[in-house]
């Protein structure tokens, strides 16, 4: 039964729920606000598009990216370094291609991550008991594209929603559809619009009419200049193409476009902001988090300049009037240079795998690339320095990230001499899998579900049945009926080949070297 407050709004109501001991509390209804973008990136096939990528998310906060035009080939999924998860599906490398980029807040929440092909992608996420969101990330033909792929690709999307659709739901990405005034868009089309309505819009808007969905950024108001998703190269032909469906208009409380994303491409993201209900317990049922003290690491290519900068800073300090027995004085003094230190060029310990790997003149670059990029019109020397600041970019990047590459590698060789710990620091992240075969074959994808399938694979493998003993049983007997043919001289010189050097000796002290010279 829900109790309405006298002192709430609507977005908070109070609900009865019992506990142990017939004890009765009210739990507040509080809405939880989701970030959730598309964004068309031209192209994240490479690192270095994939590190500018991330260095442009630092200061904007996305949420929840759906992409177009990731341009990578297969189906992966991601846990990057600074915990967000990379998702993509392609079939032909360096050709169309979606995904999603998720950041850490939300990736608990993540239950199943799915390509369909490389045009459409879903992700679902279990916001809280009650509600389960599904995103579809799509990346439509354009104007043209023959008319059997254009048909082709809203056939699959009916299908593919009408399957998969859950009870929050958002169709999101680049359909390369204007949307205009005209009445023959239907009730899906909100009062603010912006020019007329092509061929992909009218399609658009018969799929959106048929699901019941709205076409989210139409029913807010904005000026034109806040509208426009993508740019012509010469910056002359502006265009909203980039859209966001929903089946709940009530809970999308923005939408808007980013400008000044510095990031290189021809569309600009489309941020919307999706507000959902859940029920919060009273405080004294919660555990409370005792707060932690934020520490701050300096990061290994920064360590030179913290370096130099400490030393000017304690060169300048008057050592000689600090008495010499007040020794705590001196070690007091230095503790606060050295804090004065971190916080100059150090990082919080929680973000220190985000470590930026982009220099200072690298991202000044950037800044101005966005700056000329934003300029309502490009003359013909904007044109040219924009197209000589995209190559400058692209080189300087690549450049830092293997400079910042050969100073962690120098760092732990010599602390430490172990390869395995540099592997370890360099790897771009850890690679999930986005999906399991059961016993029957069929294709589990559902985040929950792999998880069961192994542990059901692992306990059925240690239990140490029938099953497994008859069939260990028969290779056994398979194996011991095979001819097994004695070792060649050939063999054994192959084997000494390809032992590793500097390696210890074995139980018969002989040492590598002799073997091989031998």
Request: glycine residues 6%; contains cysteine.
């Amino acid at each position: 039964m829900l109790i309405s407050s006298p002192h709430a709004g609507k977005q908070k109501q109070q609900k009865a729920i019992k506990f142990k001991g017939g004890r009765v509390k009210k739990s507040k209804i509080i809405a939880e606000q989701i970030v959730i973008t598309h964004f068309n990136s031209q192209g994240l096939a490479s690192e270095e598009r994939l590190i500018e990528f991330e260095n442009a998310l630092v200061n904007t906060e996305l949420g929840i990216v759906g992409l177009s035009e990731v341009k990578r080939k297969g189906e992966r999924v991601w846990k990057r370094k600074n915990g967000s998860i990379f998702y993509y599906f392609g079939n032909t490398a360096g050709h169309r291609g979606v995904g999603f980029y998720i950041d850490k807040k939300y990736t608990e929440k993540i239950t199943e991550l799915k390509g369909i092909n490389e045009r459409l992608a879903i992700a679902k996420l279990k916001i809280n008991e009650h509600e389960k969101i599904a995103i579809f990330q799509v990346y439509a033909p354009t104007m043209a594209a023959p008319k059997t792929e254009v048909k082709e690709f809203y056939k699959l999307l009916y299908e593919v929603y009408e399957e998969e659709k859950e009870k929050v739901n958002l169709v999101i990405g680049d359909f390369n559809a204007k949307v205009g005034e005209e009445e023959e868009t239907g009730a899906c089309v909100g009062t603010h619009t912006h020019g007329t309505t092509n061929q992909n819009g009218y399609k658009l808007a018969k799929f959106a009419n048929t699901n019941n969905l709205k076409i989210a950024n139409t029913f807010l108001n904005k000026d034109a200049n806040e509208r426009w998703t993508w740019r012509s190269p010469d910056g002359y032909t502006r265009n909203e193409i980039d859209h966001t469906l929903t089946d709940d208009i009530r809970k999308v409380k923005s939408v808007e476009v980013i400008a000044g994303f510095c990031f290189s491409s021809d569309h600009r993201p489309v941020r919307s902001v999706i507000e959902l209900g859940f029920n919060k317990l009273p405080s004294s049922f919660c555990r409370k988090n005792t707060p932690h003290q934020k520490k701050l690491i300096i990061p290994m290519h920064r360590r030179q300049a913290a370096a130099e900068w400490l030393r000017n800073i304690a060169s300048q300090e008057d050592w000689e009037n600090i008495s010499e027995k007040n020794v705590q004085q001196k070690y007091d003094c230095l503790l606060e240079l050295i804090g004065s230190a971190k916080e100059k060029f150090g990082v919080h310990r929680s973000n220190v795998k985000t470590d930026d790997k982009l220099s200072c003149n690298t991202k000044e670059l950037i800044r101005r690339r966005t700056e000329i990029r934003n300029k309502v019109k490009l003359s013909k020397v904007d044109q040219i320095e924009l197209a000589e600041l995209r190559k400058l970019t692209k080189k300087k990047i690549r450049e830092d990230i293997s400079k910042f590459e050969n100073e962690v590698t120098t760092e732990i060789i010599e602390s430490s001499w172990s390869t395995r710990k540099v592997k370890k620091a360099l790897a771009k992240g850890n690679a999930l899998m986005p999906g399991l075969k059961d016993s029957k074959g069929n294709l589990i994808r559902d985040r929950e579900g792999i998880v069961n399938l192994a542990t059901e694979f692992y306990s059925s493998l240690y239990s140490g049945g029938k099953v497994g003993e008859q069939e260990s049983s028969q290779d056994v007997s398979q194996f011991a009926l095979e001819k097994i043919t004695p070792i060649n001289t050939q063999e054994v010189i192959k084997a000494i080949k390809n032992i590793k050097a500097n390696k210890a000796p074995g139980r018969m002290e002989s040492k590598e070297r002799p073997l091989k010279c031998y």
